[in-house]
């Protein structure tokens, strides 16, 4: 059977590492990949937004199912393309994608549906934003509407922070087109967590929950990044939490979806916050979120690939998803100076003796040789019985990976520990 994935990151090594323990898999082709995603599948230097040149490709290869993982080609329609030139594929259609693609949609959606999350307004006029945020209370968060590399999103302190915010996403075009509209929500107070669910459009099956750490530096200071770790599962989501989120949150936006016209298949994302007055969403996403997905398919013991194509044909309620029982912990090694400006090109040495687990996301081949090409160059993942374990594993590995200018968190897990033991 051959594959092909669609994306260059950490998210797809790590998709595609678990795709290959099919044993019916012959083939997986990567497009765009990478120079680390090279080592398990043959990279395709197509664009991972370019759906003619994608659709073609897999028309000419033969493929016989594709893995669409980045929110830019879902939301383009790329699962739309594909599959009217006969290629199934997991991930959601161009319809139901714009529950990511635009947070206006999203928090409407909410709204109307009755499911829980933070107070809000949208605006597409400056004036009435900069109006609104006179009197707006403190902290206030800002967002664009639009897709912006999970960088979108402004916690603002004080009111010159917001009004300064909203001038960069409106009037500076700091995003594109993805400011034009932007969300003013109330900010939320409670642990963090991501859960990833498996969907057909009628079951949801979840993964294990997990915990991001965005932020560049230690104690979660410094600028917003794509991720800086993760950790699986999240020690501050119980059985009795997950239960209400299933009642109250995943199944009412299926639902919602439904009856909008625009069935969900694939990975929908929930990112919760558990506030005093219960969980609450903070954004979906339409596909796999990195690096969650980094801790969380190491721990899936059911094949990757049944699962998937489960999502696709409808078959979700009848397919067992079965999870390991340890935990997983991903520290990302990034160039120093992400996520603003830092150098390239520097060589990457990976030992034989670390985790099976580490998945490169941003680094070339040249001259036969890996080297660094992007901020977050790889994610070391261990698995183990306890967290602790597999943050001194993942730790361990860290130190023994070189390449000039790494640069890493220290405290990965540190909130998740600490709530275990509390």
């Known amino acids: 059977m051959k594959l092909l994935v669609i994306g260059s ?37 197509i664009a991972a937004t370019d759906i003619p040149a994608m659709v073609r490709f897999a028309s000419e290869n033969g493929v016989d199912y594709a893995v669409v993982t980045p929110d830019d080609p879902l939301v ?48 597409s006029d400056m004036d009435a934003a900069l109006s609104y945020l006179e009197t707006a209370p403190l902290p206030t968060v800002i967002k664009a509407d639009g897709l912006a590399l999970g960088k979108g999103v402004i916690i603002a302190e004080t009111r010159a922070e917001a009004y300064a915010a909203v001038r960069e996403m409106m009037e500076n075009k700091k995003f594109g087109k993805s400011g034009e509209h932007i969300v003013i929500e109330e900010f939320l107070t409670g642990p963090e967590v991501s859960v990833l669910a498996f969907t057909d459009g009628k079951t949801v099956k979840p993964m294990v929950s ?30 009795e939490t ?72 409808g078959t979700l309620a009848e397919t067992p998803v079965e999870w ?43 001259d036969d040789r890996l080297v660094t090409s992007g901020g977050r160059v790889l994610g070391v993942v261990n698995v183990a019985p306890t967290l602790q374990k597999a943050l001194a594993a993942s730790y361990r590995d860290v130190k023994k990976i070189r390449f000039d200018n790494a640069y890493y968190r220290s405290d990965i897990g540190a909130k998740a520990l600490a709530a275990t033991e509390g």
């Open 9 to 45: 990151g950490g998210r797809e090594h790590a998709v595609i590492k678990k795709l290959k323990e099919n044993s019916d898999v012959t083939q997986i082709y990567a497009a765009p990949g990478n120079g680390g995603i090279a080592a398990d599948a043959v990279c395709v230097p």
């Open 76 to 123: 383009l329609g790329m699962t739309d393309a594909l599959e009217k030139a006969g290629i199934p594929c997991f991930g959601p259609d161009k319809n139901a994608a714009i529950i990511e693609g635009s947070k206006v949609f999203a928090k409407n959606l909410m709204k109307k549906y009755g499911i829980p999350t933070a107070k809000y307004e949208t605006f």
């Open 210 to 239: 997990s915990m991001d750490h965005k932020r560049a530096m230690d104690g979660d200071r410094g600028l917003n990044t794509g991720g800086m770790g993760a950790v699986a599962p999240n020690p501050c989501y119980t059985k």
């Open 242 to 313: 997950a239960d209400r989120c299933m009642e109250e949150i995943f199944l009412p936006t299926i639902r919602a979806m439904n009856a909008e016209g625009r069935p969900f298949k694939g990975c929908l994302y929930f990112g919760l916050m558990l506030t005093p007055d219960g969980p609450k969403v903070i954004e979906y996403n339409c596909r796999f979120g990195d690096p969650e997905t980094q801790v969380v398919l190491p721990l899936l013991k059911s094949d990757l690939l049944t699962v998937m194509q489960a999502t696709t044909f």
């Open 324 to 366: 390991d029982s340890g935990c997983a912990a991903c520290v990302i090694m990034a160039s120093k100076g992400y996520p603003a400006a830092y150098e390239k090109g520097f060589a990457i040495t990976i030992p034989a003796d670390v985790s099976p687990r580490v998945y490169i996301a941003g680094a070339a081949l040249k």
